[in-house]
């Protein structure tokens, strides 16, 4: 790591190959914002294509479908880039959680006979649904309400997900999250999709706080199933529509418990039985939100520009400047490092504890400028986005944050955490 | 009826009281846009909401969610306005697809014990799933779909939906359209709604083609449960976000089978297994679309000001003044009438049949600046919207369609139909 210092960090913004993408986004104050990993920031592009594609729909009306109707697919390409998945792979459509609903009742549905059960022999009919504690709650309660509804067992294990020791076995459905939302911790993706491929289960990657800042490369790790948001990292705007990634080898053989008819081929003859596209339209449902698309094809574009391995180059600096400056300045105010200390093992926002987290969360936002966020009962997290955030802006952040809780000036909050987001 | 002149149509345009909402809509040229039932115009107010919400996110980023998280529910209130449904029994959220995939799923849990096997004895354990072969295809292929997951008949029935001959028993789930997306036929909701009571069938109405145009009073007919779209009457664009609507009284009894983070009680006590809103909100899954309910809101919002009943009364002017027109200039050029004759039994758009409707409707839209919209395999659909189409809209474009057909310019058309939306 460079020396700690803030012409340090200067330098390091000077020689930074990605500075200038810090110019395609919108800025209106000098806040210095760690909270990428929960909403990203808006693209200059988005404001814009946001701005003409309104007006498209009031020019054009029902004559623009046949140019939208094509979103979800070329969308999904864009995003395929930047997840190592190929064409036709990806679609953007509906949330996370809707998708995670499609993707285990799909990998279900498939088990041992009917629709999986050709040649190979498919997945088995028995097994549970596993995925760990620490995991992200929509995650699990997508988990809980189909063990509920189709009465198997849900499995939570303790703690990072581990090749070694994942807890699944011939028939089960497992779901994991690359980068946990909590920790940070950057699970191996390649090694835990062996280990499922060996014991017979199917698993599926939530990507949502991976995407846009780690390398993820799905179809080298013969991974099978995925889903992700695109408001984080992605920088595709509040609630904006999420993906999902179905390996090419699976598009006839999985299909979506959710009917819809913008899964249906050839939709608009619309006297048939359902009969779903044979590619990775078949987990449309309902009509692709015009808008959210072209926000999440802008926001993926610049991550896409600017390219998976320099944007986690940076990301990785970033972090270790973060750490760093905690070691000095913060370990001996009673802060503990919460995210994994190898840089190889970690996502692109790191947890700090504290006893006294809630009240410094709030005192960083309403006097220092500074917004991170945070996660019961005692964690800070800071993130940092490679496409916008500088060094000096992490510098400053934690300089801010020594002196506040220095001076003990969060003591003045309220203790009762309020509702965050 | 008016008699028939463009003297006359445009003297109940100079005496309409809803005239001036038309000046609330953009207009970007001269054509006729009789395809407000497949995609709304766009009001002004959205695109300068849009605007303004896009730079709320730029400049509040994650600040602004304490603001943004409540516009699923105070959407659906405005919505609920409109539909005559109370506050807190609405929500916007989803696809009009995955919402009825909700309410179909939640219905049936709770048939006959479990959550709904309290006093009163439960909805029976039996039962298949029912709807007409002529409701709109996403409905058909949910029920399809969930059929064919859970093991139950599918009962599909020929002709409009009638009280007396409604085929369905004690345990049942049906799903009826109140207002039927190809013939503009609208059904008798009180009346259907008793029928399925009286059957002890569960009813979920499809309120798409209706929610604007015509009056629906969902708690004064009894109504359990609907679901509807947003982009067509109700003018919230390109893919909106869709509603549901749960009656009070069954708040604590259904659930979504959709399990996610934004249904959660105490949503970011995030270590908690699942336990779902006591409220409407149990049906949320993943993250609000923010842009898209916003534009829902603005929508709704210029319904809710013109009135259901002012908006129905224009509605029927001028889909009368539409029949009287077919009939006497269209009927005699090979034209027929494929809706309801009887304004009491229509809804807001019509329907006329034509051997060669598909090359009519090319040529009405590529060269008499006429917007209609085709169903396969003979329809011609007309709507009115009537927060923005006039009387002379009416009288212009039948009498172009006249002129088109009389000198037979549509015959220069590709016989073969395209794609459509």
Not at 170 to 199: F, I, K, M, T, W
Not at 229 to 255: D, F, I, S, W
Not at 269 to 284: C, H, K, S, V
């Amino acid at each position: 790591m460079a020396a700690l210092s803030r012409a340090a960090a200067a330098a390091a913004d000077a020689s930074d190959p990605l500075a200038s993408y810090r110019d395609r986004f919108v800025h209106s104050d000098a806040r210095i914002y760690l909270d990428g990993n929960s909403l990203g920031r808006l693209p200059i592009a988005t404001r814009d294509r946001l701005t003409a594609l309104t007006a498209e729909w009031g020019e054009r009306l029902v004559g623009g479908w046949p140019e939208w109707i094509d979103a979800p697919t070329r969308t999904g390409d864009l995003i395929a880039q930047v997840i190592g998945a190929g064409p036709g792979e990806v679609l953007v459509c509906d949330s996370t959680t809707v998708n995670l609903f499609k993707l285990v009742g799909a990998a279900l549905d498939a088990r041992g006979g009917g629709a999986r059960g050709g040649a190979g022999g498919g997945r088995g009919t028995g097994g549970a649904l596993v995925t760990d504690r620490g995991n992200f709650p929509t995650d699990r309660y997508v988990l809980e309400g189909i063990a509920a509804q189709r009465g198997l067992d849900l499995r939570l294990f303790d703690g990072e997900p581990d090749a070694a020791t994942l807890p699944c076995g011939h028939g089960d459905v497992v779901v994991l999250s690359q980068v946990g939302y909590r920790s940070g911790a950057l699970a191996d993706l390649p090694a835990l999709q062996a280990a499922a491929r060996e014991r017979g289960a199917t698993l599926i990657w939530d990507l949502s706080h991976a995407a846009g800042v780690v390398p993820v490369d799905l179809r080298e790790a013969g991974a099978e199933l995925a889903v992700g948001c695109t408001y984080k990292y992605l920088n595709a705007g509040p609630g904006a529509p999420a993906y999902l990634y179905v390996a090419a080898g699976l598009h006839g053989e999985l299909r979506s418990p959710i009917w819809g008819w913008f899964g249906q081929r050839d939709q608009f003859a619309m006297e048939r039985d359902y009969d779903p596209e044979p590619d990775i339209r078949r987990y449309l449902a309902g009509t692709p939100p015009i808008l959210g698309l072209a926000a999440v094809e802008e926001g993926v574009r610049l991550t896409a520009q600017a390219g998976i391995a320099a944007l986690r180059a940076k990301s990785i600096r970033l972090t270790e400047l973060l750490i760093g400056l905690h070691d000095a300045w913060l370990a001996p105010l009673g802060f503990e490092l919460a995210s994994p200390r190898v840089a190889q093992r970690r996502g692109s926002h790191v947890s700090l504890r504290h006893q006294r987290a809630w009240q410094i969360t709030r005192a960083l936002i309403e006097r220092c400028d500074v917004v991170p966020d945070f996660r019961g009962p005692d964690s800070i997290r800071l993130g940092v986005a490679p496409l916008y955030t500088r060094h000096v802006d992490v510098w400053d952040a934690l300089d801010r944050l020594r002196d506040l809780v220095e001076r003990g000036e969060h003591e003045a909050v309220d203790a009762t955490p309020g509702r965050v987001t």
